[in-house]
């Protein structure tokens, strides 16, 4: 079964082909999917190689459903797009090409080569392939390579997999399919190096261990607390793209839990970070929104990034809001304020687009209109185009134990009723608790 072919030039002592044949794994061309199938088959014939890899080979072994199908070939992305009409390049830091077949995009990946590799093996696209700063990040990486290299400059060592469609083989070099068998999260390489070259591995690594519920190999897990500072390097954008892989992923639960154990989060949420180590009930407010989302994603409801990111700002927004009610702000415009700089502070780190910031900040403003129990304008709240949003996120705040007058219960209640009998109850409702007393313990303010 093992045919063993010693690879490799630099870093390679681990690099070891273990081939494993069509009737020694559980791979079926039936759960790919036509285009990733397509796309390999296409290429085959253009004289190229072509394999599937990553995500969808780790879950077919798993015997899951892989969400989608990324290709690794020796086409250039230019001679990619020569074979597909269908196609664009995309990417700078890392070129890849996107195949579309309808709705779905097959992501075509050209094998990466070592940093150190010369350049005669770099073709098409004018030179300045590799990039690297002063700390050792990897500010580009377009140098292309073999299979065997390609295999190595990947992140974990069950993510390199290669699945051969022609010939129905698996291709592991890195002992990936014995890290699979014993379900563990494993760097490939130097964990400190590879951390260096791209910190964003670190975040992978955990999340990878939440959504598979891996364990984590102790030399890939000791270098994190070593490494972490590095996170700080790391582009917005590319930390809000993380952010929703990490939480908008259906194991949003799992993943904050390992992202607390390697005290991660600080560097998508710093504010955040420093009051859940503080205050019980801030922790559980993010906990349950997590755990909200994931139960929506699994009964196949919509989530948006808004809310999660509303309940995770949520701690740091309530502290700037008292403060400012305290210096004298009336509360809307104190609320306001204290939304528009709890999200400032945020995307001077990692960028939220204007898209879920406006929703966010309408859902903690609501939370003041809500505490409106009288006349029609309350009834006519629920027509709201946030009311729902609001609304259940007011039902999340009573979930952490926040103390809001059984507010929750009367809009639960308020809705039950017809449109006229709304009007009469917010007529009739003689409240004098328009804002209910605040009786939850104070939280502390983050430490500077
Ligand atoms: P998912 O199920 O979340 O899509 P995935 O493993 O397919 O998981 P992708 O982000 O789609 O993850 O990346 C595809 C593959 O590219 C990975 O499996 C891995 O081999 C490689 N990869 C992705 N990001 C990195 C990185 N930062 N460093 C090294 N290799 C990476
Ligand atoms: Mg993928």
């Known amino acids: ?61 798993l015997g899951g459903h ?89 992140d974990l060592t069950v993510n390199a997999l290669y699945y051969d469609s022609g010939k129905f083989e698996v291709f592991d070099h890195v002992q990936g399919l014995q890290d699979l068998k014993d379900r563990s999260v494993r760097i490939i390489g130097d964990p400190e190096q590879r951390y260096t070259e791209d910190p964003v591995r670190m975040l992978r690594v955990v999340r990878f261990a939440a959504k ?15 490494c972490a500072h590095l996170l700080g390097e790391i582009p917005a954008a590319r930390l809000f793209d993380e952010f929703l892989k990490l939480f908008l992923a259906g194991y949003a639960a799992a993943t904050l839990d390992k992202m607390l154990e390697f005290d991660l989060l600080r560097y998508l949420f710093p504010d955040t970070s420093r009051y859940i180590e503080q205050d019980e009930q801030s922790l559980a407010l993010v906990k349950a929104a997590m755990g909200n989302t994931d139960l929506r994603i699994a009964q196949g409801k919509p989530v948006t990034p808004a809310f999660i990111l509303a309940a995770l700002l949520w701690p740091v927004v309530e502290a700037h809001f008292r403060r400012l009610e305290e210096q004298g702000e009336p ?47 309350a009834a006519e709240l629920i027509e709201h185009r946030r009311f729902r949003a609001a609304y259940d996120f007011l039902l999340l705040r009573e979930q952490a134990g926040e103390s809001t007058g059984e507010l929750g219960q009367w809009w639960t209640d308020l809705q039950e009723l017809s449109p006229e009998q709304r009007l009469e109850k917010v007529a009739g409702s003689n409240d004098n608790r328009k804002r209910p007393k605040r009786t939850r313990t104070r939280r502390p303010n983050p430490a500077p």
């Open 66 to 154: 892989p969400k989608d199908f990324d290709i690794a070939t020796d086409a250039t992305p230019e001679a990619v797009t020569d074979l597909f009409r269908n196609s664009r390049i995309i990417g700078r830091r890392f070129r890849i090409v996107h195949v579309r077949f309808g709705r779905e995009i097959i992501e075509v990946t050209t094998f990466r080569g070592h940093h150190d590799s010369g350049e005669e093996n770099q073709p098409e696209t004018g030179g300045n392939h590799s990039r690297q700063s002063a700390s050792g990040l990897l500010l580009r990486d377009n140098v292309y390579g073999t299979l065997e290299e390609d295999a190595a400059r990947r």
């Open 331 to 377: 509360p809307m415009p104190a609320m306001h304020s204290a939304g528009q700089i709890a999200i400032q502070d945020t995307v001077n780190h990692m960028s939220i687009p204007r898209r879920f910031s406006q929703p966010m900040r309408e859902i903690w403003e609501f939370q003041l209109r809500l505490q409106r129990r009288t006349g029609r304008k």
């Open 1 to 61: 079964m093992v045919d063993f072919a010693p690879v490799g030039t630099t870093q390679q002592a681990l690099i070891r082909l273990n081939i494993i044949p069509r009737d020694q794994h559980c791979i079926s061309r039936k759960n790919i999917s036509d285009g990733a199938l397509k796309v390999m088959s296409r290429l085959r014939s253009g004289g190229y190689q072509a394999y599937l890899v990553g995500g969808a080979v780790r879950d077919l072994l």
């Open 212 to 226: 598979l519920s891996f364990r984590i190999n102790p030399e890939t897990a000791a270098a994190i607390p070593r």
